[in-house]
């Protein structure tokens, strides 16, 4: 966006090149550290994974999230036609409510039929969008990585007393 901007390019360009997803801060720290972080055994549930539209059109991350969540012992599972949006989109879901419910309905239907136990997903939007359409637990993909290297059980996943 500043790339053309004489006084913000050399600045704009410097951040551009250090910005990271949390994926692959964790997918650079596996490469060095080995699967071993993650507790074998704890994480063995079947996730679909929601690849945000700003991860994986944006920002051009397919494949970290999906690769550390396996490298953790999930079972992860895709949607059909993942690609498309869960209707969230910032403030699309506010601004196009009916045109957002309906993408709502398609993306949870598409999770659905893969019978997971989670969804996983790496924003906050989608997983608010995606969660109030199922009763299948929302968690953050950071959540269960957390969890599957000693940090505790997600909320969403802990028993109810």
Excluded at 4 to 17: E, F, G, K, M, N
Excluded at 41 to 47: C, H, L, P, W
Excluded at 107 to 133: D, F, H, Y
């Amino acid at each position: 966006m500043f790339r053309t901007d004489d006084t913000l390019a050399t600045d704009a360009a410097r951040v551009s090149a250090i910005a990271m997803d949390v994926s692959e801060v964790l997918a650079k720290l596996v490469e060095q550290t080995g699967p071993e972080v993650f507790n074998a055994g704890v994480a063995t549930q079947r996730v679909a994974y929601h690849a945000a539209c700003s991860l994986q059109h944006g920002q051009k991350i397919k494949t970290h999230p999906k690769n550390l969540l396996k490298a953790a012992g999930f079972e992860v599972v895709e949607p059909a036609d993942s690609h498309l949006c869960c209707g969230s989109a910032g403030t699309y879901n506010l601004m196009q409510p009916e045109i957002s419910g309906q993408l709502k309905e398609r993306k949870v239907r598409t999770l659905e039929a893969k019978q997971p136990e989670i969804i996983a997903a790496g924003n906050i939007g989608c997983m608010m969008q995606i969660g109030s359409g199922t009763d299948i637990p929302v968690v953050h993909t950071v959540e269960l990585l957390d969890w599957a290297s000693g940090g505790p059980v997600p909320p969403k996943l802990a028993p109810q007393t």
